[in-house]
């Protein structure tokens, strides 16, 4: 069983940014994916960013993309966002999560692929 606790969130206004950190424990997830999603009232959770186990591929959603950069550091078994020129549309709350796949070439930005979640940190935009 793998636990997650992510972190970093908080109140920030339009254009600043935060970096959200995510650590997981109970057993290695070099292995896997790993991705961040979002979910903001009365919406489903959507996907955010992802990444392979050795970094070599990432994906964004369209709306983040040049703006948030997610990275991984396997030695210590944690999943990073960085955020930059947040806008009011990025409030929601942040999960990340860990991927089902092992050793893949490519991410997934399909919620069931994930079995492993965080609890959500909190991000409020304001304008």
């Known amino acids: 069983q793998v636990q997650l606790v992510d972190s970093g969130g908080g109140l920030v206004q339009a254009g600043g940014s935060l970096r959200l950190s995510c650590v997981a424990s109970?057993?290695?997830?070099?292995?896997?994916?790993m991705g961040w999603f979002r979910q903001a009232p009365g919406k489903e959770r959507e996907f955010v960013a992802a990444?392979?186990?050795?970094?070599?591929?990432?994906d964004y959603a369209e709306s983040v993309k040049g703006r948030f950069t997610i990275s991984r550091d396997n030695a210590k078994n944690t999943v990073s966002l960085q955020m930059n020129s947040l806008q009011p549309e990025d409030t929601a709350v942040y999960y990340c999560?860990?991927?089902?796949?092992?050793?893949?070439?490519?991410?997934?930005?399909?919620?069931?692929?994930?079995?492993?979640w965080g609890q959500g940190t909190q991000v409020t935009v304001s304008s």
């Open positions: 999560a860990v991927a089902r796949r092992l050793y893949s070439s490519a991410t997934t930005r399909h919620v069931d692929d994930y079995i492993y």
């Open positions: 109970g057993r290695t997830v070099t292995a896997n994916d």
């Open positions: 990444i392979t186990w050795r970094s070599l591929s990432r």
